[in-house]
Each structure stands twice: as structure tokens, then as C-alpha cells.
């Protein structure tokens, strides 16, 4: 079953299943404001990404440059600087360990690509389709290792720990999913499992890193902790919305994708329920083909458009957004606590 509070989402465009395009830049633009308190620290990140990495081959350097020199929103190490702000964090490691928040996601994805043969990533091209498969598992591995370096350097083994569990629970993940590409009998359960083992526990990690540097209660790392689990299982609910709802251009995100890739999501599994039982054979029968023609994708686009899988998929998100809010309230109803939740809200994409 679906977990989360029975807080419901306003009707929208993206509910019944589609988005416009103003619609989706209005709400990119939104998220770009609830980033602003943050902004000066993500731009003095940057430039720190690359010269913290310690890379001495040419092929290795220009990986790094590209996976790293200016791309995507940076919602991991946001967290952490907005949980930094929370528990009044500001010591030597502030920078270090928001790039270790960085440099887990990249060299997740740069293995991801290699593993689901992904040529294109944020609108250009993937390391893997470049420079080979070879050379972008080896900078995945050169990043986690540095990663490690800098996790090691805080002195804290709860750091350590924590972060190495993220990793290792993120490939298990990776692993799981790839158990079940293709399997339309996916339980609603492993896919919730595949979820918090490869987008949660990093975002609870980052959440959670600044409470233990700072050395403040075990009451406000769990609760950081729990926040980021929560936000992480919106955070993947709803991009596994967008891809039967969302808009290529604005999210950079290639729709209409999941499926043929025999990544079996939400949309698709309420579907088993939901559709009638000739409607799901022809689904069924769908994921188990080598190539999905574009008419084949928009019939089960209108399926999903029919019984609003997409938009129950949002509503999940926005459920477990909620269950993130309410790990918030355990803090003071002040600045630094507002900023979070204004960003939460705001990865959900909303519509008031």
C-alpha cells in the first residue's frame, strides 16, 4: 500500500496527466527561488567540486569536467546547506562534506549510465557514450574514493558510517531494480524498497551530516534524518510521475522512458489494479517486448491518463512530503526551518 498521511493535493494539470510547459517553467522557477538562501554557498561549491578531486590523467580530467562544471540544481549538497543553517553548522568541513554529498550522486549516476546504456543525461551527452563504459566506471570509482577521503578527514567514524551505508545501500538498490526490470509482477513493496535504497538514504545522509559535525542532540540528527528519508521518496515518486506526465524541455528528464527501459514504477503498477483485465494484458504483455513502438507508449499513456496513475503517483509524493514537514516540526519555527520547507514544497511541484 501507499504510505503517508491522507493529506490530498489540489487538482491540476499534472494530476489528470498532463503539464504545460508555462505551467512546469513557472514551477522550475519557483524552485530556483526556494534555492536563493542557499545560493552564495552552491556557487562557492562549484569551483570547489574540481579542485577538492585529485585526477591526473587527461581522460580522467575531462570526465570530471563534464559531469561536474556546471550542471543540474545540486539538491543534495542544498540539503545539507540548508540543514548546515538549521543546526548552526559552520566549521571547517562545511564545504568538503557538501561535496561528498555531490560527488555520491554523481558517481551513482556515472555508474548508472553505464549500467542502463544511457547516452543522454540533463540534455547532453553521457561520459559512458564518450569516453566509453571503461573510463566512466573508473571516474565513478575516482569519485567515491575521494568521497571517502574527505568523509575519513572529518573525523568522525558516525560520518563515515553513515555515508558508506548510503553507497552500499544504494548499490544493493541498483542491484534490486535490476532483479526486476521487465517484471510486471513487481510488488508495490520492492519498488518502495528500490526507492529508499537508491534515492533516500543519501538525501537522509545529507540531511543528517550537519547535525553530527555540529555535535547537536540525537533527537535533531533523526529527525533531519527523517526528513531527508521522506523528501527523497517524494523526490523519485514524482519523477517517476513525470515521465508519464512531465515535460522533456523544462525537466530534463527524457519521458516516456521507464517503461521501455523495464523499470516497472508506480504508474505502472496501479495499473494491475486499477485496469481492466484486457487493458493490463496488453501492458503485460508490452514489457516483455525487445522494442516499444511510439503507438504502443501512447496507449499506455492514455491508460495511465485514464485512471490517473500519474496523478496517484503525485499524490503519494505529496503524502510523503507531508510525513517530511512533520520531521520539521521537532525544531524552532524560525528562518532556517521555513527555507526547508519552502524547498520541500517545491520539489514536489505543487500547484496551489
Given at each position: 500500500?501507499?504510505?503517508?498521511?491522507?493529506?490530498?493535493?489540489?487538482?491540476?494539470?499534472?494530476?489528470?496527466?498532463?503539464?504545460?510547459?508555462?505551467?512546469?517553467?513557472?514551477?522550475?522557477?519557483?524552485?530556483?527561488?526556494?534555492?536563493?538562501?542557499?545560493?552564495?554557498?552552491?556557487?562557492?561549491?562549484?569551483?570547489?567540486?574540481?579542485?577538492?578531486?585529485?585526477?591526473?590523467?587527461?581522460?580522467?580530467?575531462?570526465?570530471?569536467?563534464?559531469?561536474?562544471?556546471?550542471?543540474?540544481?545540486?539538491?543534495?549538497?542544498?540539503?545539507?546547506?540548508?540543514?548546515?543553517?538549521?543546526?548552526?553548522?559552520?566549521?571547517?568541513?562545511?564545504?568538503?562534506?557538501?561535496?561528498?554529498?555531490?560527488?555520491?550522486?554523481?558517481?551513482?549516476?556515472?555508474?548508472?549510465?553505464?549500467?542502463?546504456?544511457?547516452?543522454?543525461?540533463?540534455?547532453?551527452?553521457?561520459?559512458?557514450?564518450?569516453?566509453?563504459?571503461?573510463?566512466?566506471?573508473?571516474?565513478?570509482?575516482?569519485?567515491?574514493?575521494?568521497?571517502?577521503?574527505?568523509?575519513?578527514?572529518?573525523?568522525?567514524?558516525?560520518?563515515?558510517?553513515?555515508?558508506?551505508r548510503a553507497i552500499r545501500l544504494m548499490s544493493d538498490g541498483e542491484l534490486l531494480q535490476l532483479?526486476?526490470?521487465?517484471?510486471?509482477?513487481?510488488?508495490?513493496?520492492?519498488?518502495?524498497?528500490?526507492?529508499?535504497?537508491?534515492?533516500?538514504?543519501?538525501?537522509?545522509?545529507?540531511?543528517?551530516?550537519?547535525?553530527?559535525?555540529?555535535?547537536?542532540?540525537?533527537?535533531?540528527?533523526?529527525?533531519?534524518?527523517?526528513?531527508?528519508?521522506?523528501?527523497?521518496?517524494?523526490?523519485?515518486?514524482?519523477?517517476?510521475?513525470?515521465?508519464?506526465?512531465?515535460?522533456?524541455?523544462?525537466?530534463?528528464?527524457?519521458?516516456?522512458?521507464?517503461?521501455?527501459?523495464?523499470?516497472?514504477?508506480?504508474?505502472?503498477?496501479?495499473?494491475?489494479?486499477?485496469?481492466?483485465?484486457?487493458?493490463?494484458?496488453?501492458?503485460?504483455?508490452?514489457?516483455?517486448?525487445?522494442?516499444?513502438?511510439?503507438?504502443?507508449?501512447?496507449?499506455?499513456?492514455?491508460?495511465?491518463?485514464?485512471?490517473?496513475?500519474?496523478?496517484?503517483?503525485?499524490?503519494?509524493?505529496?503524502?510523503?512530503?507531508?510525513?517530511?514537514?512533520?520531521?520539521?516540526?521537532?525544531?524552532?519555527?524560525?528562518?532556517?526551518?521555513?527555507?526547508?520547507?519552502?524547498?520541500?514544497?517545491?520539489?514536489?511541484?505543487?500547484?496551489?
Amino acid at each position: 500500500m501507499i504510505t503517508g498521511s491522507t493529506t490530498k493535493i489540489n487538482q491540476s494539470p499534472m494530476a489528470t496527466g498532463t503539464i504545460s510547459s508555462g505551467i512546469a517553467l513557472d514551477q522550475k522557477r519557483l524552485i530556483d527561488e526556494a534555492l536563493l538562501p542557499v545560493a552564495g554557498e552552491l556557487e562557492g561549491l562549484g569551483p570547489e567540486l574540481l579542485r577538492l578531486l585529485e585526477c591526473n590523467t587527461v581522460s580522467g580530467n575531462h570526465i570530471l569536467n563534464h559531469v561536474l562544471a556546471g550542471g543540474g540544481k545540486r539538491i543534495r549538497p542544498a540539503l545539507y546547506f540548508f540543514a548546515s543553517r538549521m543546526v548552526g553548522y559552520g566549521g571547517a568541513h562545511l564545504i568538503p562534506m557538501a561535496a561528498v554529498c555531490e560527488y555520491v550522486h554523481t558517481a551513482s549516476l556515472l555508474h548508472d549510465d553505464v549500467i542502463d546504456s544511457s547516452a543522454i543525461r540533463r540534455g547532453k551527452p553521457t561520459p559512458n557514450s564518450i569516453w566509453g563504459d571503461e573510463a566512466a566506471v573508473l571516474v565513478g570509482d575516482l569519485i567515491y574514493a575521494r568521497a571517502s577521503e574527505l568523509m575519513a578527514e572529518t573525523g568522525s567514524l558516525q560520518i563515515v558510517s553513515m555515508f558508506a551505508r548510503a553507497i552500499r545501500l544504494m548499490s544493493d538498490g541498483e542491484l534490486l531494480q535490476l532483479e526486476h526490470l521487465y517484471n510486471p509482477v513487481m510488488s508495490e513493496e520492492v519498488y518502495l524498497k528500490i526507492i529508499e535504497q537508491k534515492t533516500a538514504v543519501l538525501l537522509a545522509a545529507a540531511c543528517k551530516a550537519p547535525a553530527v559535525l555540529a555535535g547537536v542532540s540525537l533527537a535533531d540528527c533523526e529527525a533531519l534524518s527523517e526528513f531527508g528519508r521522506c523528501l527523497g521518496f517524494a523526490f523519485q515518486l514524482l519523477d517517476d510521475a513525470l515521465d508519464y506526465a512531465g515535460t522533456e524541455s523544462v525537466f530534463g528528464k527524457k519521458t516516456l522512458s521507464d517503461l521501455p527501459e523495464g523499470k516497472i514504477t508506480l504508474p505502472i503498477i496501479l495499473l494491475k489494479s486499477l485496469a481492466t483485465p484486457a487493458e493490463w494484458g496488453f501492458v503485460e504483455g508490452l514489457i516483455h517486448e525487445e522494442r516499444v513502438s511510439e503507438a504502443s507508449m501512447s496507449r499506455v499513456l492514455a491508460l495511465v491518463e485514464t485512471y490517473d496513475t500519474a496523478g496517484k503517483t503525485l499524490e503519494a509524493a505529496s503524502n510523503w512530503t507531508d510525513r517530511a514537514l512533520v520531521a520539521l516540526a521537532h525544531f524552532p519555527n524560525n528562518s532556517a526551518r521555513h527555507d526547508l520547507e519552502n524547498l520541500a514544497n517545491r520539489l514536489l511541484v505543487r500547484f496551489s
